[in-house]
C-alpha cells in the first residue's frame, strides 16, 4: 500500500510542476470599484457609425453612456486618449485557448476525450487560467474565444470564455453554447491527432449512422424518462436533450463540398439547429447555406488550397465570397499552431479585406458576427449602452499589424497587458543594450 501511495505521490507530483512552471505571473483583474471615463477618443462602436472626440464612461461592469455628449459621472477615474482608439474586444470563435499549451507535449492537452461519442463533455470546465497563450492572446485585443473540444465524433460541448480571471468559473461568460461534431471524411489512412498518436479514419458511412443511432437512442432516452422518472439516468443522452430539442445548436466542423452537403442534410432530417464551422467549400454551397439560413464559422484564411486545381487565393477569398452570397459568417484565427496562433486573428481578418472584404465587415466578422451567431451578442461584440465593459484601446487600426493594443478591459475589469513575449523583448533589449 505505501509502494502504492509513493507511486501516485511521484504521478502527482510530476503532473504538478511543470503545471506551475508554465503559469503565467500576471494577476487577473479586480472588481470595477468606480466609474471610468474615457474621453477624447475615437469610439468604433462597430454596431453603428463611428464616433470621433467622443466620450466611453463604464460602470459596474457595464458600458452606461457613449457618444460626443456623454457626462463623465461624479467619482470617476478619467483617461484622457487622445489620439487613440476604442473597439469591442475581438472574439475568436473557434478555437482551443485555455484547453492546449503546447501542441507536442500530451500532458499539456485537454480538450480531447477518450471514446467517439461525448457529448456530455463541457470543455470550460478544462480551461487552464494560467496558460502563458492567454495574455499574449489579450495583448492583441482577443479577449473572448471559444473554448472548444475536439475529437471523437461528438466532441463535446463548447463555451465563451473572457480572457481574464481566477478560475474557469471567473472566465466562463456562457457555459453551454454547442454540441460540436466533427462530420466524418474519407481518407487515405489515419491522420495525426494532436497528442501526436495516430488517428484511424473510419469509413464516413458509418460515422454518420453512429451519430444517427446516438441521436436516436437519446429521443428514445427522453421518452422514456419523460414516461417515468425513475427510469435511470444517463449523463451522455440527459445532455443531448436540449440539442434534438433545438435549443443548443450543433457545429459541424466541415471543409469539403461533400461534408457540408452531407452536414446540411443530416442536420436537416435530424431537426438540428446547425453551424459550420471550417467552411472552405462553403461558397459553392452558398445556395444550400442560405436557404436554410446556416452561418459558418470560417477556419482562418492563413490557409493552403485544398487542391491541385484551387486558386492560390481560395481559402483567402471565402470570407468575401459569403458576405456577396449573403450568407451568415464569422472568421477564426484558427490555424495548424491551434491557440498558439489566435492572437492573429485581426490578421486573418485583414487578410480577407485583401481578397474583397469590405474593412467593416472584417471587423465584425471578428466582434460582433462571432457574438450574434454563438448567442452572446446581448453581452459582447459591440459597443452599446447596457453591455458588458469588455473593450481595448489601442493607436491605430488593429486589423494592422504595426497597431498596439495599449489599455484593455473585461467586464470593467483592468487587464493586464504585460505577457511572455514582452518579457522576453525587454530581458533581449537590455542585453544588446549592453553589449
Known sequence: MLKRLLIYSGMILSLWIPAAAWANPQVPGGPQKQ?????????????????????????????????????????????DLAGKHVYPGLFEPWNDVGLVEINSIRAT??????????????????????????????????????????????????????????????????????????????????????????ETAAPPE????????????????????????????????????????????VVVQADDIRQIHGAVAFAER??????????????????????????????????????????????????????KAGIRFCISGRGRFGANQVRNLPYHAAAAVGFGLPADEALKAITLYAA???????????????????????DGDPLETPTQVTHAWIRGRKVDLNDRHKTLYHKYEKKYKQE
Open 35 to 79: 466609474p471610468v471615463v474615457l474621453t477624447n477618443v475615437t469610439i468604433h462602436p462597430v454596431s453603428g457609425p463611428v464616433v470621433e472626440k467622443g466620450t466611453l464612461v463604464f460602470d459596474g461592469g457595464k458600458i452606461t453612456a457613449l457618444g460626443k455628449d456623454a457626462t463623465p459621472p461624479a467619482g470617476a477615474e478619467v483617461i
Open 109 to 198: 492537452i485537454d480538450g480531447q476525450e477518450i471514446g467517439q461519442l461525448n457529448p456530455n463533455v463541457r470543455a470550460v470546465v478544462a480551461v487552464n487560467p494560467d496558460s502563458e497563450i492567454i495574455p499574449v492572446t489579450r495583448s492583441n485585443g482577443v479577449l473572448l474565444t471559444l473554448a472548444a473540444p475536439f475529437g471523437g465524433l461528438m466532441s463535446g460541448r463548447s463555451g465563451v470564455i473572457q480572457l481574464d480571471g481566477w478560475t474557469w468559473e471567473d472566465m466562463t461568460l456562457k457555459s453551454d453554447v454547442a454540441l460540436h461534431i466533427q462530420w466524418p471524411q474519407s481518407s487515405g489512412g489515419g491522420r495525426r491527432g494532436r497528442g501526436g498518436g495516430e
Open 206 to 249: 458509418r460515422g454518420v449512422e453512429a451519430l444517427r443511432q446516438a441521436l436516436a437512442d437519446a429521443r428514445a432516452y427522453g421518452a422514456a424518462r419523460k414516461a417515468d422518472s425513475n427510469f435511470p439516468r444517463d449523463a451522455r443522452w440527459e445532455s443531448l436533450q436540449d440539442v434534438i430539442g433545438g435549443k443548443l445548436p
Open 270 to 323: 435530424e431537426k438540428l439547429k446547425l453551424i459550420i464551422a471550417g467552411g472552405y467549400d462553403a461558397p459553392r454551397c452558398a445556395e444550400l447555406l442560405k436557404k436554410h439560413d446556416i452561418p459558418v464559422i470560417v477556419g482562418g484564411t492563413y490557409r493552403l488550397p485544398r487542391r491541385r486545381n484551387d486558386g492560390y487565393d481560395s481559402a483567402y477569398a471565402v470570407p468575401a465570397e459569403l458576405h
Open 372 to 394: 450574434e451567431i454563438l448567442g452572446v451578442a446581448d453581452r459582447v461584440g459591440s459597443l452599446e449602452n447596457g453591455k458588458d465593459a469588455t473593450l481595448f484601446v489601442c
